[in-house]
């Protein structure tokens, strides 16, 4: 997994209290438990850790965390490369 | 004067406070006479002016890693710390009462728990970015972290509750009200077991500056009914009991600690910040005389003793009118002066503590005392801890606002 998925993980872990082991790119939201409140929690954490912003509809559609991360890493790479 | 239908009786508390992280470490530290005041800076950062330094009572160590560990479940920055405050206490509590709420129980118990303020420190840290770093971006669980009603969601959420659930605000009192709102909903068959109590946590820089401008906070910490008093310290922490009928314990087989026999509440309808004698003789009437307290050679009283010089010289009068020429033989003690004031969590903190000092026989002593004072010639336990022969504990709140409330435990015997 690339760096940036598993630094991404660990903040979702951290930030939506979900045990990092069950975190892999083919796990859906759903079945994470990822709510709404989830997401805007994980969302503001990203944007103050990369200083980003993240629009709100950008995660219109996706379904599971592979969509999820590769939204976001699409977002910070600018920030991190 | 309204009497308990039913027997209710507390068979679980728990506190965490300056003087520690449980309902024990916070009274043996009492006991030992070692006070929680401490001079901490309070920095409102680079939009802010200069940081302060004053005594304030803060709980002690790594509260999110000794909830955590109690919970057995991780929750990080998720709630304000007025709830990991009650979440801590209520867990104790539950435990100590050797209570599972699971199946129908869950529908028939109740959560009531007392603040004067909400989750000030969320409160602050997004106003600080609204206003100081002039940014749109709060926290998105700001609200839900704030609102007044988030410790007893929590702890409804965290342990099965269903029953009613709601929070109590009556300032300095908040806690007794929601202790004595518990028992009215167990006394009125609402409920079969509550959960009650309350926490605070006010320790941020603006904040601690408005009850500084108000002029009621020491400049050292706070000295109850002592010569030279000038003020209350703000102390953060919380406190949970269980409360449950007799009948209920029993079928158990759960040991009560002691019995909650009588609430008194009054309003002064008269200040916001001066106490009033006929206020506070009302709520103590209230309470003793539901109780059927008579004649009592000694009774317990832990004073709401702020350490301010108009409330202890009032809660003084309000003792010699209620006890008479007798009002000495009462062994007096006034926490406040380890573990500061913790406003709406001072009432359920100050009966635990109240209550295992019955329970140990042995009251523990007023802090930072300097000298009498004549118009608080009270019995105050002054020094060392000393013993009690007391089987009955009163328990004073006199808020600001004038909302008062006071409790009367029974030791169980």
Redesign the interface.
Known sequence: MASQDEELFDLIA??A?IDRGKLTREATLADLGLDS?DI??V??AV??RYQVEVPQDAFDGVTDLGGFVDTLGTLIAPKIA | MPRFQRRIVVTGMGAISALGLSAPATFEASLEGRGGILDHEFDPGPNGPAPVTMPCALAPGDVVAATEEALGRRIGGSVDLFSLFALKAAREALDQAGLVVDGDLGDRAAVVLGHGFAGIHSLETAYERFFGQRTFKVHPMTVPRVMVSAPASAVAMEFGIRGPVFATSSACASSGHAIAQGAALIDSDQAEVAVVGGAEAIATPACLRAWQALGAISAAPCRPFSSGRDGMTVGEGGGAMVLETLEHARARGARPIAELAGTGMSSDAFHWTQPSLEGACAAMRGALEGADVVDESELLISAHGTGTPLNDKNEAAALRAIFGERFRDHPVIATKSAHGHLIGAASVVQGVIGILALEARTAPPVLNYLGPDPDCDLELVLGAARPIGADVLLLNAFAFGGLNCSLVFRRWT
């Open positions: 951290q930030e209290l409140v805007v929690t969302v503001f944007e103050e």
